[in-house]
């Protein structure tokens, strides 16, 4: 990896730069939110939050509170002077403090104002409350049970006569399987620090989506968006987390400067984080499928059951994902799938990594499964020949055009050497035994674009100063994945100068008005496509200027290592700059990008949602203790397409953090409520994340470097953030493979997911008992 000191012009696109705020980060001298110097005066803020699933507020006492040590005030929902609202969809219905009845345990009741962040929590537990419990539901299927409704409107994707493919179908498989959620377990926890003046709120706090605070806060507040500014340098993880769940903290943190006059600082416990914040949805899928001796599908029919909580949130988006993925990379030829986005007495799920996708392409993984075992064949063998070929139509009718998972499987094979370790584990597990293992290759189709169109435009500022030096302002947020650090590669290369002269600035929306979440792997397509139309037209004026002061032709003007060559004789890039500028040439631009050719109808169910896709694929071998059902991860290899890589260092690590990550998600990352609709895994001493033990012995990554978008998208690279994150399902593959080899894989393991040693236990003695 280069280092950004290097000498000579380095930083250009496609080029193994290091993170630019590497050494910020290895030091500790990286600034995140709680972080930054607090103005003087600054106060801070503790939630207060119910202990009841669902039930009405019989009685409030919060004298006790008031009364407590360093209290400088108590807020309740009488206390906004605006809106008690932080829906996301307009929905108005997602109080920032509950009124009258909870709706979930761990609901926020009411705030604490105080000296310290100590004092307030102290102060907040002292808060005297008795409910009037109402029946609760927790799970999606005892709420579709108990009636208790969608929170938005559910989707139907359909294509063909799926019931009558069924019906004329020779083979058949059935079933519900159990996909459960997760949580984003962001290092850095939700915070929010709001700044008072006679003029503006200024508002510093770690979120995904700047504009969407601006917005919340200006309708807590009733003042107009203009009167709001949201900052944010960098964060320390948000995986999705960070989308929708900042509005609390942030509006909260508000209310209370505006009340006060002073400056107001929320940094909630991991404990109420976890308890007050959404999860990945987790879903019960009921599948039917049909087809034929080949093992090739005929027909497909899913429901979709979706715990989604009191609120909408961004439900809705999420279950319509989760259904554009139910084919993962195969063709049905014949197909239905229903979304059932249920409401619970839980937590509001939000965003994570995949956006329902996820949930969606392991049922596809479950059907190459249930077929296989069905057929005896290799579930390898099975994949190949249902995956999609370029012509077929999606259920929501986009046509693939871009199919390259043939030859990623080919290469993948050869390099990993699947068959003859495949062979391997079948003639180890034929001894008998008590550690049996598994092995199993998947891909991943990954369509990349907001599903709400209007998602998909971006804007950027490109600064020259007449020193030559750059500053560079984008609608994109930093979150540890290296977008500002691609951003500057891509202004480094259009001007082809060292990426040393470039400074990447927090994101506010001082600057860059109206932006998108930086969600849907999009942040580089958008904002990096920004950013180049702000350097083309700087570029084109610093060629009219040097053509009419040179006497040259645009022909003759070329930008070459850190210098502009003019009918072949070079000038440093900064004597450019400083003489243009004393010409009164315009130095800085805006930029703007809208994806082309997307369009989604979700009444009809059919559009292009997507602007391209990403593939992937990756085979994992695991071994599997059947007497306790502890497992390890043997080895695992991965082959993914990122296009032409606007960065490898950078997108290797994306991939094999986002494959870590997905492995937790089926594995060992369990949320467990009690029967009274409590959270009871919401610190890191009962929610088990992947640690460095648990990474594969043998990890081996590759970026397919042969690929290229054919799109065009910003230098034909392609989105990295959220499809490596399902190539962890060859790991949960792999883990039944093992499972299965104890009836001589006769019968389908169907495991549930998480598959903690518990769950594979359990299969493992369901199995011996149809063995």
Known sequence: MKDRSDSAVTGLAHQPIAHESAKLHVTGRADYTDDLREPKGTLHAALGLSKCAHGRIASLDLDPVRNAPGVVAVLTAEDIPGHNDISPNGLNDDPIFAADTVMFWGQPLFAVIAETRDLARRAAAKAKVEYEALPHALDPIAARDAGMGYVTEPLTLKRGDALAGLANAPRHAAGRMKVGGQDHFYLEGQIAMAVPDAEEMQIYVSTQHPSEVQHMVAHALDVPANAVVVNVRRMGGGFGGKETQMNLFACVAAIAAKKLGRPVKLRPDRDEDMSATGKRHDFVIDYKAGYDDQGRILSVEGDFYARCGFSADLSGPVTDRALFHADNAYYY??????????????????????????????????????IAYDLGLDTLEVRKRNLYQNGQLTPYHQEIEDQILPRIFEELEASCDYAARRQAVLDHNAKGGVIRRGIALTPVKFGISFTATWFNQAGALVHIY???????????????????????????????????????TRTTTEKVPNTSATAASSGTDLNGMAALDACEQIKARLVAFLCDAREATPDQVEFVADHIRVKGEDIPFAEVIEKAYLARVQLWSDGF????KIHWDRKTGTGRPFFYFAYGAACSEVSVDTLTGEYVIERVDVLHDVGRSLNPAIDLGQVEGGFVQGTGWLTTEELWWDDKGQLRTHAPSTYKIPLASDRPKIFNVKLAE??????????????????????GISVWEALGHAVASIADYKVAPHLDAPATPEEVLKAVERIRGRA
């Open 466 to 504: 007449n020193d030559g030096s750059i500053m560079v302002n984008h609608g994109g947020t930093e979150m540890g994945q290296g977008l500002h650090t691609k951003v500057a590669q891509v202004v480094a290369d259009a001007f082809q100068v060292d990426v040393n002269r470039i400074r990447m």
């Open 706 to 727: 042969w690929s290229v978008n054919p799109e065009r998208t910003i230098k034909r690279s392609k989105a990295v953030g959220e499809p490596p994150f399902m190539l």
């Open 593 to 596: 990008y809208a994806t082309p």
């Open 333 to 370: 030829p014949d197909v239905v799938l229903r979304s059932h986005p249920m409401r619970t007495n839980t937590v509001s799920n939000t965003a994570f990594r995949g956006f329902g996708g996820p949930q969606g392409v392991i049922m596809a993984e479950r059907l190459m499964e249930d």
